[in-house]
């Protein structure tokens, strides 16, 4: 048998390798770790930055059909005749109200347009009927 010195010091130097192995598998864990997270941030990000243009798309489909509606208003005076200035092969309507807590009218329309294809949103109208009584929850939604 060996001295006990012999084994103490055969037990450091397998204790002090079994340490450093697991240390470099902690490590490696670590950074496939650090690495899954950089990977789903970048996924985030980039969906984030996709959103953000669709939400710059559907802003600027939704002014450009406001200052549709400003224009016609302006020709016609509020005239009824306003919508036969319109050639089209699609007319849809859409009935709101002021609602206590959530307005529902900017989701529908943003709904609408965005299911349509391209060559329905150049040949349809959408017509929002304001179903309000009190002129101070339509002053803000009128055109022209």
């Known amino acids: 048998m060996g001295s006990p010195e012999g084994n103490l010091e055969e037990f450091e130097k397998g204790f002090t390798e079994e340490y450093q192995e697991r240390k470099v598998e902690n490590k490696d864990q670590e950074e496939k770790k650090l690495i899954a997270y950089q990977r789903e941030f970048l996924a985030l990000k980039e969906r984030l930055r996709i959103a953000e243009h669709r939400i710059s798309q559907r802003s600027s489909e939704l002014n450009a059909i406001v200052q549709q509606f400003r224009h016609v208003g302006a020709e016609t005076n509020g005239s009824k005749d306003a919508l036969n200035k319109f050639s089209v ?41 304001i179903g309000e009584l009190q002129s101070k929850n339509t002053n803000p939604l009128s055109v022209g």
């Open 89 to 129: 092969s699609i007319v849809m309507g859409i009935p709101t109200v002021k609602r206590e807590v959530k307005s529902y009218l900017i989701e529908t329309l943003h709904s609408l347009i965005d299911n349509l294809y391209p060559e329905e949103k150049l040949d349809c109208v959408i017509v929002v009927f």
